[in-house]
Nanobody, 120 residues
């Protein structure tokens, strides 16, 4: 069992920066990868970025490569998504996810979601 609590998000101007956080409470012995998905109105949930349990491997959607950075703190209980040079297309509800590697949207545990709105 995993509980995920998200923080961060909000309104940011185009070209600005924002950081999302996801704190994990893990109640079993699983070694979970963690990551972020996002869902814009009327669209399916899509993959954004993920990081392996060890933190040695990361993956990014092509749309965010070079702009977003995923990381973990040293005890692997908190994950971050640093969002730089944001665009209007980044507007969505962002969801934290934990599960087996690689992460897919049909499995794992989910955070409560946080709105990110990029204003032009």
């Amino acid at each position: 069992q995993v509980q995920l609590v998200q923080s961060g998000g909000g309104l940011v101007q185009t070209g600005g920066s924002l950081r999302l956080s996801c704190a994990a409470s893990i109640y079993d012995s699983g070694l979970y990868a963690m990551g972020w998905f996002r869902q814009a109105p009327g669209q399916e949930r899509e993959f954004v970025a993920s990081i392996s349990w060890s933190g040695d491997s990361t993956k990014y959607a092509d749309s965010v490569k070079g702009r977003f950075t995923i990381s973990k703190n040293n005890d692997k209980t908190t994950m971050y998504l640093q969002m730089n040079n944001v665009k209007s297309a980044d507007t969505a509800v962002y969801y934290c996810n934990a599960g087996p590697w690689p992460l897919i949207p049909t499995r794992g545990y989910w955070g409560q979601g946080t709105q990110v709105t990029v204003a032009s």
